[in-house]
């Protein structure tokens, strides 16, 4: 399977607890984002990566949240100290193209903090 | 089958018919519109996109049409199939910044 691979697809943690998740995008693909999704709405962007650099972070990111790309190929996305408002599945998207109106998702990480 | 208003959460359609799914954005200055597919427990699907300089695209089976105007966007499904259905969302690009906005979603809905 060459799509976008997540890990893992649930993560069952408890409150004040840190957990990391890991995306690797289509290998060609310089571009890689994580969205964050809550049941019913649309996808709600987190960050995003060219190559190792991240250019942009949503100011809805608070400091529990980090993320990083450090040989531009794979990423992984931290949440310190859990919060039951962070229950929610995480996305991973990696694009080929600069214009990133084309993503290519992952399954996503299921996230739910008891 | 139509989806009215800003938004109708569920729009259900019968095999063979066209649906539309309708869509109200939010930034004037979007220059790229589009539409993705999510299937449950799936991540969304990129389906179609629209620039802002254009009315009407055309792709296999589906049609996006912009109204600049009224700021409204709507993704048509021709001969619905049992496999279009999924929740369908609508989501705007603008200028350099890589973040997509996505919409509340329409689910779709489609007896055989």
């Known amino acids: 399977d060459t799509g976008v691979s997540q890990d893992p697809r649930h993560k069952i943690t408890k409150r004040g607890q840190n957990v990391t998740f890991r995306c690797d995008p289509i290998?060609?693909?310089?571009?890689l984002y994580w969205y964050r999704q809550t049941l019913g709405q649309g996808p709600e962007f987190l960050t995003y990566f060219q190559n190792e650099a991240q250019l942009e972070k949503s100011r809805l990111l608070s400091d529990r949240f980090s993320a990083e790309r450090p040989k531009g190929s794979f990423s992984t996305l931290e949440i310190q100290r859990t919060e039951q408002g962070d229950s929610a599945m995480y996305l991973c998207?990696?694009?080929?193209?600069?214009?990133?109106?084309?993503?290519?998702f992952g399954s996503g990480t299921q996230l739910s903090v008891l | 089958g139509e989806s009215v208003g800003l938004h109708l959460p569920t729009l259900s359609v019968q095999e063979g018919d066209n649906s539309i799914i309708n869509c109200a954005y939010s930034n004037s200055a979007s220059d790229y519109f589009i539409w993705y597919k999510q299937e449950s427990g799936k991540g969304p699907q990129f389906i179609i996109d629209?620039?802002?300089?254009?009315d009407k695209r055309q792709g296999q089976r589906v049609t996006v049409l912009l109204n600049k105007t009224v700021k409204h966007l709507s993704l048509q499904i021709a001969a619905t199939q049992p496999g279009d259905s999924a929740v369908y969302f609508c989501?705007?690009?603008?200028?350099?910044?890589?973040?997509?906005?996505f919409g509340q979603g329409t689910t779709l809905q489609v007896k055989p």
């Open positions: 629209i620039r802002s300089n254009m």
């Open positions: 290998s060609e693909h310089n571009r």
């Open positions: 989501a705007e690009k603008s200028g350099n910044t890589g973040k997509l906005i």
């Open positions: 998207a990696s694009s080929p193209e600069p214009q990133g109106k084309k993503l290519f």
